[in-house]
Nanobody, 122 residues
């Protein structure tokens, strides 16, 4: 199983970016998916999560600015980030809690993507 994230980059304050993450491999079911971020010198923190049914949860710092979505048919999760601030600068990681395997017993665990850099600066 692999999670491949894309879409990071450099943007000015007030700008927008869209992150995408695709899960691939012998996936039977994906439960929650989410985005986390880690700024230099800080611990990794939750940004947003979304369940298979579409229920979402956001960090207070991004509510009203970021929107998480997913496409269950394509095993993808996206993060639309608007009104970006310098404090949003970080490496963003996608995460998926999923069940995988080609035969019984199947494995349920969380996987991480490789991280994509988001820099908000003028």
């Amino acid at each position: 199983v692999q999670l491949q994230a894309s879409g990071g980059g450099l943007v000015q304050p007030g700008g927008s970016l869209r992150l995408s993450c695709a899960a691939s491999g012998s996936i039977l079911r994906i439960n929650a998916m989410g985005w986390y971020r880690q700024a230099p010198g800080k611990q990794r923190e939750l940004v947003a999560t979304i369940t298979s049914g579409g229920s979402t949860n956001y960090a207070d710092s991004v509510k009203g600015r970021f929107t998480i979505s997913r496409d269950n048919a394509k095993n993808t999760v996206n993060l639309q980030m608007n009104s970006l601030k310098p404090e949003d600068t970080a490496v963003y990681y996608c995460n998926a809690d999923l069940v995988s395997g080609t035969s019984y017993p199947y494995i349920q665990r969380a996987y991480w993507g490789q991280g994509t850099q988001v820099t908000v600066s003028s």
